[in-house]
């Protein structure tokens, strides 16, 4: 799948995708829905530098050929799930018509520069209408730590190295970066026979990867995880919001449930598939854990089936803010180290029952930590369950999330002999709960 658009010797007519270190190179170019102003049109949008392309005012712009210009009508309206659902030859056309009238001496620069606009000054959505979304728990080392909070002698259960552990979450509180989380109200367990109802108290956050369906599947007809890869659009950096205290009242027996569904937090950039084909690591399993079982398993996953992302969360509390320091960094990963299962095997696990799966669906990879404490994508691993608060610049100290905390999560992809690339950002802010 590594092809002409990832010839790092590639170069943009938008000078900023040259500058060292932006996410948004020509080697990338990530959708996202975007209108210019409120009560404006979305329209779908590419990023290149620090601009977005807009493929409404593009489409009209330049005589693109009959393919490409059928793949541009549905975005240059904001419907980014109908590209989603086409099959790679098409949507590898579209990227390399994209990457050529990008790149330095294209004919259609002069067209095109008047379709840019600074990525800050428009507003944006969700990238696509998510009809579905799971949400997996792939990394292993945040199931360890967090069973040794509860089970110290059997941190994973019997099943974990066996079967991709995931369950239903909620498509309605799913939002877009800069979204502001109102702190959730619950039940939580009592000091005596009756639990308690008020605020969440133990408000935290949770790193992961938010993985796209392209091409579903009919009902009753599994994905083979041969063709799994098929089936996966792209990739957006995804904050699944955790109610702590109320999680543990209510998870027992059939898992959370308000604990998770008043928010979920994406990145507005999709970065494609393809894009993130030179940033592909082997699968393999440590010596003394059982293989996957044939359904799960294939020689294209066992090749390049792990996703190579690093990623970091960072904190800036309200105090930080109103003195103008800068967000500190909390921890740092990588998808590859955190995940125990491939994107691939997460599809074809969810379609082996026969589940059909449609464009747009979401699949959250789960909390992506890393093996060190220094690793962990969340409060709750971080601060060994709430027992040990986190200093930050300025006196304070954290155990789990405040009103008027901003989480800020970040990911990239770096390979030697490619260009690096990046999917942006996703941060939220906690804004307090409302009177019970």
Sequence with gaps: MIDATHDPQLRSWVESANAEG????????????????????????????????????????????????????????????????????????????????????????????????????????????????????????????????????????????????????????????????????????????????????????????????????????????????QHLFGVTLLNDWSARDIQAWEYQPLGPFLAKSFATTLSPWVVTMEALAPFRRPFARPAQDPAPMPYLDSDSNRASGMLDISLETSLVTDAMRRAGAAPVRLAASNSAEAAYWTPAQLVAHHTVNGCNLRPGDLLGSGTMSGPEAHQAGSLLELTDGGKRPIALPGGEQRTFLEDGDTVIMRGWCERAGFVRIGLGEVAGTVVPALRS
């Design 22 to 229: 932006t996410d948004f190179p020509v080697q990338n170019l990530p959708y996202a829905r975007f209108r210019r102003a409120s009560g404006k049109a979305w329209r779908i949008g590419v990023a290149i530098g620090d601009r977005v392309l807009d493929l409404g005012q593009a489409r009209d712009a330049v005589a693109w050929p009959g393919e490409v210009a059928a793949l541009i009508g549905p975005l240059a309206s904001g419907d980014l799930n109908t590209l989603m659902g086409q099959p790679i030859a098409a949507r590898r056309a579209l990227r390399a018509a994209l990457s050529s009238a990008l790149a330095r001496g294209s004919d259609l620069q002069s067209a095109l520069q008047r379709c840019l606009l600074p990525q800050a000054a428009v507003e944006y959505s969700l990238a696509c209408h998510i009809g579905d979304y799971s949400d997996f728990y792939t990394g292993i080392h945040h199931a360890r730590a967090v069973g040794k909070l509860f089970r110290p002698d059997n941190p994973l259960l019997p099943n974990y190295r066996w079967v991709p552990i995931a369950y239903h979450g909620r498509t309605s509180s799913i939002g877009v970066s800069g979204q502001r989380i109102r702190r959730p109200n619950g039940q939580t367990k009592g000091e005596g026979p009756t639990p308690d109802f008020g605020p969440c108290r133990r408000l935290d956050y949770e790193l992961e990867l938010g993985l796209l369906i392209g091409p579903g599947n009919a009902l009753s007809e599994p994905i083979p995880i041969a063709e799994a890869e």
